[in-house]
């Protein structure tokens, strides 16, 4: 495992450095099927010097990435990347963005690292050895009720056509008077909830790359996460709910089981 960390750290730092050489400088942008889904030079540039980081050690595991990974490899190890969560961000020279590295072993996430390079920021956890930030153990928040809860959330970029009812469900938490953000980047809600600064995240379609990090990182600082219904979590699988684990886990379902 010792030697999947230190991978992963030399991607995540690698990948940082061409984020911040390009953070508010000229770069090409370009946009996905959505239009307001971009992918830039950087996402790409990212995503390729992760792949050869991996597989200058690791030849034979299979990357799951964003921008189109290399999954061609007969392995059950499958390092799952998103090279730059919180890309409308960057390419508004908005400084909350990060890179998002797994590890998953035979379909379960082992290891999860999401780092934060402009704000200074790295989470990382191992499965079964607690959650840290900057070499800092964290844990999620005590926050026992909704009503004193901040939550954030994010919206996939067709959120227009109210797709799996996401503005249906933005309304109904609204409604309840709560402090609500909305940061642009879904790991990073994650690694927030974490350490603490919010007590609930939910989002209706996420992708594996934006969440297989944030998801183990938010289990092993002692928070749970299920799909809407209190249902079982797959990163494979599109809604997450993630939580400190308190008693707002279950009153947040309930808000969620109104526009299902
Ligand atoms: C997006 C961000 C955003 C979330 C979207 C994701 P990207 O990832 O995580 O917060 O709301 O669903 O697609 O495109 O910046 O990698
Ligand atoms: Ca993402
Ligand atoms: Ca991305």
Known sequence: MEEYKKVMNEAAEEAAKIQLEYFEKDFEIGRKMNYSDLVTEVDKRCEAKIIEIIHNSFPDHNVLGEEGGD??????????VDPIDGTVN???????????????????????????????????????????????????????????????????????????????????????????????????????????????????????????AGYLIILEAGGKVTDFIGGKFSIYKKPVLATNGRSLHDEMIEVLKKSL
């Not at 153990?137 to 005590?142: A, N, T």
């Not at 879904?186 to 350490?195: I, P, Q, R």
Request: proline content about 3%; charged content about 25%.
């Open 71 to 80: 999954l061609h490899k007969k392995s059950e190890h499958v390092w799952i």
């Open 90 to 212: 960057y390419a508004h020279s908005l400084p909350i963005f990060c890179v998002s590295i797994a590890l998953e072993i035979k379909g379960e996430v082992v290891m999860g690292m999401v780092y934060s390079a402009k704000n200074g920021e790295k989470f990382f956890a191992e499965k079964g050895k607690g959650s840290y930030l900057n070499d800092k153990r964290i844990k999620v928040s005590d926050v026992e009720l909704l009503k004193d809860s901040m939550l954030v959330t994010g919206f996939p970029y067709d959120a227009k056509e109210n797709s799996n009812h996401c503005i249906d469900h933005f309304v109904n938490f609204i409604k309840l008077g709560l402090p609500i953000r909305r940061l642009g980047s879904a790991a990073l809600d994650a690694c927030y909830v974490a350490c603490g600064r919010f007590e609930g995240f939910w989002e209706v379609n996420l992708n594996p790359w934006d969440i297989a």
